[in-house]
C-alpha cells in the first residue's frame, strides 16, 4: 500500500479536505489560520508524493525543492497572517471572525 | 482527579488501537514495515488532523496540530525524502506551532470563552469538504497516473546538488520574502505610540 501513489494521494486529499472543513466552519481566527496550516501540509503530501513517483531522481529533487519552497512560503504566510490577528485584536479585543464587522456596516 | 485522567487514558487507547492494528498486520497479513508504517502515520495524521478542526479548547488543537505535523514528517520519511521531514520537523514543529501558539496566548480571552466553536455554517462546510475529498478521491482512483510503481529514494546530496545548481535563484528569492514577511510581521503586530493601549 505504501509503495502506490493513490495512497498517498487520497491522504493528501483527506488532509486537504479537513483543513477546508476548519477553515470554513471554525468561528476563531487562529483555528482557521491552523486549517490554512493543515490544507497547506496537504497539497506538499502530493507534491512530494508527485515527486518521489516521477520514476528519476531529478524529478524527485525537484518535487522536494518545491515542497521545500512551499514550506517557506507557508511559514511566512503564517508570520504575516498571526501578526494581522493580533492587531485586530488589539483593536476589537475578540479574536472570534464573525464579530470582525467594521467593513460590512 | 478522575476527569483528569480521562484524556490520558484514552489518548493512550488510540496510540495502543493504532500499535496494535499495525502490529497484526505486519504480523498476521504478512505486510512490510513500510506498510504497517505508512497505515500508522497516515491513521495518526488523519485523527489528529480531525481533532484539530473539532475540539473545542484551543490550545489544545494547536498540540494536535503538532503532532499531525510530525507524522507527516513521518510520511515523508517513508516516501523517501528525509531531507524533506527534518525540515517539516524544524519549520512546522519548532517554528510555526510555536508561533500558534504564542499567538492563541496572546488573544484567547478567559472572560469571553467562545461558546460555540462553529460557524452556523458548519454543516453546508461539512457536506463541502466531504464532497470535496469524494470527488477527489475518485479522480484519484480512475487516473492512470503512468508513473513508475515504486519510489525513488532521494539522496540528500542528489537533492542539495539540483537546489542550489539549478534553483538557486528562487532559493534566494524566498531568502528575501522570508526577510520582507518578518518585517511586515513586526510592523503590524507592533504597538503604536499614542494609539490605544
Keep these: 500500500m505504501s509503495d502506490s501513489l493513490d495512497a498517498y494521494l487520497v491522504l493528501a486529499t483527506l488532509l486537504f479536505a479537513i483543513g477546508s472543513f476548519g477553515f470554513l466552519a471554525r468561528r476563531n481566527a487562529i483555528s482557521m489560520l491552523m486549517s490554512i496550516e493543515l490544507m497547506l501540509n496537504g497539497v506538499n503530501l502530493a507534491i512530494v508524493a508527485f515527486g518521489a513517483f516521477g520514476a528519476t531522481k531529478e524529478i524527485a529533487a525537484q518535487g522536494s525543492i518545491v515542497a521545500l519552497m512551499v514550506i517557506a512560503v507557508a511559514a511566512a504566510e503564517a508570520t504575516v497572517g498571526l501578526a494581522i490577528v493580533i492587531a485586530i485584536y488589539r483593536n476589537k479585543k475578540t479574536p472570534l471572525v464573525d464579530e470582525y464587522d467594521a467593513m460590512r456596516q | ?197
Excluded at chain 2, 513521518?74 to 524544524?90: H, K, M, N, W
Excluded at chain 2, 463541502?128 to 497516473?145: F, P, R
Design chain 2, 1 to 197: 482527579m478522575v476527569r483528569h485522567l480521562i484524556p490520558i487514558v484514552l489518548g493512550l487507547a488510540v496510540l495502543g488501537i493504532v500499535t496494535g492494528v499495525a502490529a497484526i498486520m505486519l504480523i498476521f497479513l504478512g505486510q512490510d514495515w513500510a506498510d504497517a508504517l505508512f497505515w500508522m502515520f497516515a491513521a495518526v495524521m488523519i485523527g489528529s488532523a480531525l481533532l484539530v478542526v473539532t475540539m473545542r479548547d484551543i490550545i489544545r488543537c494547536g498540540l494536535a496540530m503538532i503532532v499531525c505535523f510530525g507524522s507527516l514528517a513521518g510520511i515523508y520519511l517513508i516516501l523517501g525524502a528525509p531531507l524533506l521531514a527534518a525540515t517539516q520537523v524544524i519549520v512546522y514543529i519548532g517554528g510555526i506551532s510555536v508561533l500558534i501558539l504564542f499567538a492563541i496566548m496572546l488573544t484567547q480571552t478567559k472572560d469571553a470563552p467562545s461558546r460555540l466553536v462553529f460557524q452556523t455554517q458548519a454543516v453546508p462546510a461539512a457536506i463541502a469538504s466531504i464532497v470535496i475529498a469524494v470527488v477527489v478521491a475518485l479522480a484519484i482512483g480512475a487516473t492512470d497516473w503512468g508513473g513508475a510503481a515504486n519510489r525513488i529514494r532521494l539522496a540528500t546530496a542528489d537533492m542539495a546538488s539540483a537546489l542550489f545548481k539549478d534553483y538557486v535563484l528562487p532559493f534566494e528569492i524566498v531568502s528575501v520574502l522570508l526577510l520582507a514577511a518578518v518585517i511586515g510581521g513586526v510592523y503590524l503586530a507592533k504597538r503604536e505610540k499614542g494609539g490605544p493601549s
